[in-house]
Structures are given as C-alpha cells and as structure tokens.
C-alpha cells in the first residue's frame, strides 16, 4: 500500500513542486478535479518500478506529500486519477506525468516524452561575477536571432561539439560567438530553449488520442515552439545528449551548466542573451503534466470541453487563471535569476491576457529594470499599440511588409518598385521615422519599442524572398543548389537596399541567422521522403537536418553581402541619428518621383556628432539625382559599400541608380 503524508502537517505554505530537504521532501501539484494523485519515486532512471505515497489533497486544490529521506539525486513523476466517468476539464488516466514545475527532467526521444523529474537539492555554478547586460535604449541593439543547433551543426563549420550549447561557444572553425563577434551584433534571441516535445507522430501514424499526422513528413518539431516544461533547459542541445530514438536524454545536469556557460560567454562579449519563450501553449502530444492535472484551469476550453486553438497549435493556455499566471511569471524570474537571461520574446504574445503581461513587466524590471521584454504582437488579435504602450519592443511587421513586401508573389513591396497593399509613400516615410502613431501605418508610440526587421525564423529568408520576387518560377520548382545560393546581380542589389533601409530606420533592429549572407533555405532530399526536396522552403519548423543548418560556404560565396551588414552594423553603432533620433528631426526630402526617398536627419536631438543625409531609390531601372545641402558631405554608405569610415568626400549633387541607396554625413 503507498504510504500517506502525515495529516497533520500544513502544506498550503510551500511553493509547487518539490523541496529537497536532507531529512525529507515535501511535493505540491496543482490538480483540483483529481479524485486522488500519487507520487512515484525511483532510484534510478531506468528503474521501471518505483516506491508509490499518496497525496492528501487541500482545499486550495493542491495535493501534497511529505516523503521521509535523503531524496537527492532520484527520479519522480505523478499519478493523476481523475473520477468516474471523467469531467469534461480533466483528462482521462495516461501513466506518471513530470512534474509543471521541475527543475530538470529526463525524458525519452519520443513523441509522448515519458519525462521524469529529478530531485534536486540546488546547484553551485561559477557566474565569475557575471550578471546582466545593461541596456539603457532598446534602440541600441542590434540582435542576431538563432538556433542553438542550426547555427553550429552543419559539417562545413567544422565545429568541435557542434550542433550543441558547448558548440555555440565556437572552439573551431566557423561559427558560434568568433562569429558574432566578426559580424559585430550585440545581442542574441535563440529560438525557444526551454524543454520541448521535439518529436511528433511518425508520418501518418495515428496516436491513442486519435491525432493522425497528415502534415509532418519529418516527425520532428526541431525549432522547439511546442515546450513541455518551462523551468528546464532543452537538453537535446547538452554535449553529451543521446540523439537516438527512445533514448533517455537530460540525464544528468549538463545542458543546464552549458547553457549558463554561453550565456557567460555572450555576457563576457557584451552581448545581450534574449530567450524566446513560448506561453501561449503547450505540446500537442506528449504526457503534459499540465492537461493530465487541470486540464479545464491551465486550458482554455469550448462549450464541448474540447481545447481552444486561435495559436493554431491545439490547446491554448488560460492565462487567465491564477495558477497559470503564476507559472509564467515565476518561470521568466526564473531564467532571469538562475541564467542571468537579460529578456524575452514572447512568442505569439497577444494570447497573453493584459493583466499577465502587466504582471510580467512589474515583476521582471522590479528585478531588473534593464529587462528587455519583446512581443510578437499578434495570436488571435493584433495589437503592436498595446505593447509600445507598456514600453515593450514589439516586432514591426509593417516595415517588414512595407520594405521586403509579405508574398514574394502577390504582394511584394518598395524594394521591388511596387507597394504592398498596406504600404504607400506615406508610409515609407513613417518607417524611416520609427513607425510612431500619428503616421501613414504607424503603431508605436516612440521608436524605443519598435523592432524593425525584414527576415524571422518564420516565412522564407530575406533572400529566398528576394530570388522567388524576380523569379516567380522558384515559388514551385525544384532546382539544384548550386542553381540559387549564389545571389544574382539583382538578387544581391536588392538584398543591399533593404539592409540599408533596415539599419537606417529608427528603432532596433533584428536580423535572422544568415541573413547577412543572402542564406538560400534550400529542401535537402534525405532519408525522408519529401515531396518538395529541391524546393525553397518558407516553413521549416520540422527538419533538423542541413535545410537549416549554415553553410559557411554559403557565407564565402556571398562574402560581399555580409561585408556590407557588417559595414552596416558598424555604422549604426557609432551612428545614434540612424536609431534614436526624434521623428521631427527626420525631415524628408519632396521629389515628384513616390519611389526615391530622401531624408535629412538632425543628429541634435540624438546627440550624434553629425547630420545625415539618406536617400532611397526603389526604382528598378530608373536612376536619379540627388541636390545636397550646402557643403561637403562623407559618404559612408552606397549601394556597393558600408562602412563607419568616411569611403569619399563629395558635394553638389548626387545620382542614385536603380533599387539603390546613399548615406552621407557631415560634421554638425
């Protein structure tokens, strides 16, 4: 018979999860419609029985057990029993769940996880005085967001460790932070490293819950946006993680001292470290904790106790309720205290109910107010306004849009000499000036919280986006690699203006891994049998594989690109009129022709040690000329080169040719 807790003692007190003591631990879970919950302990991992005790359920909807000994270092999970017949807000029986609030888990490769939980008493790391980036205008940063695997993995970087945290520390070849460092980025957003159900039904299998995978030819939701655990770092990305199928993987502690070994590394570096956190849901099909414990609490449900999906992921979170909101914000403290993390982007953010975001914010700048809090502003709604005006960055689709255009088919954009169908002249021009309320498409109340980019891990990259626009045949065929990753004449014209319209709007900037180098996402043929290998891919969530890996030969092939961004890079950084400067100080310049944009920008108002002059020429055959302000003028960036050094000295009058841009300074 499993032993009971003593009745006597009062848990209500004690956090959820487990509380290692020498003497004994005490374990809370959160499941208010069990009808009763056991604990399971195993002393070893791949023990199949453990010793069962049961919890005495409270009145505040926990269940808790005290259990005597030296727990340190063993394995537990949860039996959750549900009553007979089962309530609509609670899942039938499935087996042991981890715990929601574990602080490691081991977990087999395997769409259904079978985690188990680790005892843990606390654990000494070295930080060597490390603590947070200091980022006092969230316009100075210029973020490079990556995956911790797909930025290291690929053979050409010949990284030691590759394809894992120690191989992002970049002993080796190509890649890592030495990368980071040449392309002159100061902060890094990594794609989701929480623990995450990595793995989904084979193809065309159906599961027990009657889920049939008609979509995934891979089986795999490699960039991690489905997360199963939001206290435990993913530890497929551990140095030692057994990548083989049904293994155990998160055995010991080591993805956990990795991680914090990059984070010191980047902080060391003066990079920002910036986590993309997924709330909104949880994983559609491993044993969640979460579903099996309080299903009709953690979930938003509908009339027919099925769950909601406005994340287009089958189960969105209930936000709203207190256990939830709770989770969030102590999982965010979390990874700000134990991981020095220095901010978030949250990931369909707009699922998040105002009082949990405004929570969030209190809590995260109470501990540091440096925090950088970053919403992709839409799930079920849209509203960019409602972030900029709690100070959060928020993603700017427009200037995506507006700039690159949204389908590379039907609605491209100023690069291409046309208008996205939100975008027009006036609008063009509100982009430069920081997207601000009050403009033609504007949605921030200051340019400090308006992140500008152009590429995300979503939709094609920037180049690909590129190639199908002047070669709509790419958007269905299959070519050769060698056909696409070398960037044409125009393909790498076009490329350079929309980088210098990026880096000369005001705001902060982003850019995805790749970019900087025209990166071809091209469907390798493999071992799966996929029907558009040869293809560009535009959604390539699920392939772990070398259709996301960087190829840094790709890089060498189109080295002149990424000497431009890092031109780019340089001079925005010792440019503040180029980021920060007031929208009045933007002035634009009239000309007859809606397609040639030029600015005279101030450096007063931002403190810069010079005035600019920016001009934008998005015909695609029609070259023009520009009249300067009186006297000399540095060039500092044309369509062919970018540099914080003066590159020539001119004054008088200017042309602009075809899909091109200048940036010219003078001392104030």
């Not at 004994?24 to 604990?39: N, Q």
């Not at 995934?216 to 993913?234: A, C, D, I, K, L």
């Not at 500092?636 to 008088?652: D, F, P, Q």
């Amino acid at each position: 018979m499993p032993d009971s807790p003593r009745p006597a003692l009062d848990f209500s007190h004690w956090p959820p999860g487990c509380t290692w003591s020498a003497k004994a631990s005490v374990f809370r879970l959160y499941s208010p419609g069990a009808d009763s919950v056991e604990i399971e302990v195993w002393d070893r991992l791949e023990d199949e029985t453990g010793r069962r005790h049961a919890m005495a359920a409270g009145d505040d909807g926990y269940w808790s057990a005290r259990v005597n000994g030296d727990l340190k270092g063993k394995w537990y999970a949860y039996h959750i029993h549900p009553p007979d017949p089962v309530p609509s807000g609670m899942e039938p029986y499935w087996g042991p769940v981890s715990d929601p609030w574990s602080k490691h888990v081991a977990s087999r490769n395997h769409y259904l996880q079978h985690a188990r939980s680790l005892v843990e008493a606390g654990d000494a790391y070295d930080w060597e005085g490390d603590t947070w980036v200091k980022v006092e205008d969230y316009r100075d940063l210029i973020i490079y967001e990556a995956h911790i695997k797909d930025f290291t993995a690929h053979l050409n970087g010949k990284l030691d460790h590759a394809g894992s945290y120690k191989g992002f520390l970049g002993a080796g070849d190509r890649g890592g932070i030495p990368y980071l460092k040449e392309l002159g980025v100061n902060a890094v957003e990594f794609l989701p490293l929480q623990k995450a159900a990595r793995f989904e039904p084979p193809y065309m299998e159906t599961t027990a819950s009657g889920v049939s995978n008609t979509w995934n030819y891979y089986g795999r939701n490699h960039w991690g946006y489905m997360t199963s655990h939001f206290f435990v770092p993913e530890t497929q990305y551990a140095s030692d993680a057994d990548q083989d199928p049904g293994a155990w993987v998160g055995t010991n502690l080591t993805a956990r001292n990795e991680l914090r070994d990059v984070v010191k590394a980047l902080h060391r570096n003066r990079m920002a470290v910036i986590m993309d956190v997924v709330y909104n849901h949880v994983s559609q099909y491993d044993i969640n904790a979460l579903k099996q414990a309080a299903k009709g609490e953690y979930f938003k449900l509908d009339e027919n106790g099925k769950y909601t999906s406005e994340s287009g992921c089958g189960n969105d979170s209930n936000t709203h309720h207190p256990e939830f909101r709770r989770l969030i914000i102590e999982s965010v403290l979390y990874w700000m205290r134990e991981y020095h993390v220095d901010g978030f982007r949250f990931d369909l953010a707009h699922l998040i109910d105002w009082e949990t975001i405004d929570e969030i914010t209190l809590e995260a700048r109470k501990l540091n107010p440096d925090v950088i809090l970053i919403a992709e502003p839409w799930g079920g709604g849209y509203d960019p306004t409602g972030f900029s005006k709690r100070g959060w960055l928020t993603w700017n689709d427009q200037i995506r849009n507006g700039v690159k255009g949204y389908d590379p088919v039907h609605g491209k954009g100023y690069i291409f000499g046309t208008w996205h169908h939100e975008s027009d002249r006036g609008s063009i021009e509100n982009y430069l000036r920081g997207t601000i309320l009050g403009g033609s498409n504007g949605r921030f109340e200051t340019s400090k919280t308006a992140l500008n980019y152009l590429e995300s891990h979503d939709g094609y990259t920037l180049g690909d986006f590129i190639r199908i626009g002047l070669n709509q045949n790419l958007i269905h065929e299959k070519v050769r690699r060698d056909e696409v990753v070398v960037l044409k004449d125009n393909e790498l014209r076009l490329s350079k203006l929309a980088a210098m319209f990026l880096f000369a709007a005001q705001g902060s900037v982003m850019i995805h891994q790749g970019q900087e180098f025209g990166r071809a996402k091209w469907i390798v043929p493999g071992r799966v049998n996929d029907p558009n290998s040869g293809r560009l891919d535009h959604n390539s969530y699920e392939k772990d594989n070398a259709t996301n890996y960087i190829d840094y030969s790709d890089l060498e092939q189109n080295r002149g690109l990424f000497e431009y961004y890092r031109g780019l890079i340089a001079l925005r950084k010792t440019s503040p009129a180029l980021r920060k400067a007031h929208p009045d100080s933007v002035r634009i310049v009239g000309n007859s022709d809606p397609l040639l944009l030029s600015a005279l920008i101030d450096g007063e108002s931002s403190g810069d040690s010079f005035h600019y002059v920016i001009s934008f020429n998005g015909n695609v055959l029609i070259d023009h000329e520009l009249v300067l302000p009186e006297g000399f003028w540095e060039i500092v960036a044309t369509g062919e080169y970018a540099s914080n050094k003066s590159l020539a000295k001119i004054s008088g009058r200017v042309i602009i040719p075809p899909a091109s841009g200048l940036i010219l300074r003078q001392q104030r």
